[in-house]
T-cell receptor, first 112, second 116 residues
């Protein structure tokens, strides 16, 4: 069963920030929020993950609400190459239950 | 640079042929590797968890005798699709994880399998 819900699609203009929402209202205390993306015909690419604090790396920022029931992935300056399916996944850190379960994701289309 | 190498990237073969796909961890020793399958316009579905030195754990509905997994070393896992048929045509993707801590899974570039 999917533990996250995402809108099916969204678009944004090139150069603008893309804010991708994700709901995970049943997240457990030991589960992290992970974001991956998949560009057509390629394997998924890791973007970022977090537990409860906001995180930022060279690709994106992850904002997690205080109650941890939702999060937002922010691509600060979207480019055409950011067009992809973005997956929000909750996962226990390590151990036998550390497998990723992919939902349908959100298709982001960046327009010129 | 790439963390995972998957080979081949594309295979086209006749029905009844067995096909072997390799997944190599380049950056670290992977005690666990995962195999996924993705049909067109669908999401990734986990097929099995491959553990070095032990038998793989298959997800419900995945035939272990059809999809043979060997994880003989800490850097290599193989998936063999035995007696492949057209319905096995799919995009097969492996991932590796460093089991020492809270590290993300890294994925290969996938293998596009087409059975004629």
């Amino acid at each position: 069963d999917a533990k996250t819900t995402q809108p099916p699609s969204m678009d944004c203009a090139e150069g603008r920030a893309a804010n991708l929402p994700c709901n995970h209202s049943t997240i457990s205390g030991n589960e992290y929020v992970y974001w991956y993306r998949q560009i057509h015909s390629q394997g998924p690419q890791y973007i970022i993950h977090g537990l409860k604090n906001n995180e930022t790396n060279e690709m994106a920022s992850l904002i997690i609400t205080e109650d941890r029931k939702s999060s937002t992935l922010i691509l600060p300056h979207a480019t055409l190459r950011d067009t992809a399916v973005y997956y929000c996944i909750v996962r226990v850190a390590t151990g036998a239950n550390s497998k990723l379960t992919f939902g349908k994701g959100i298709t982001l289309s960046v327009r010129p | 640079g790439a963390v995972v190498s998957q080979h081949p990237s594309r295979v086209i073969c006749k029905s009844g042929t067995s096909v072997k796909i390799e997944c190599r961890s380049l950056d670290f020793q992977a005690t666990t590797m995962f195999w996924y399958r993705q049909f067109p316009k669908q999401s990734l579905m986990l097929m099995a968890t491959s553990n070095e030195g032990s038998k793989a754990t298959y997800e419900q509905g995945v035939e272990k005798d059809k999809f043979l997994i060997n994880h003989a070393s800490l850097t290599l896992s193989t998936l063999t699709v035995t007696s492949a048929h057209p319905e096995d045509s799919s995009f097969y993707i492996c991932s590796v994880v460093d089991g020492t801590g809270n590290q993300p899974q890294h994925f290969g570039d996938g293998t596009r399998l087409s059975i004629l």
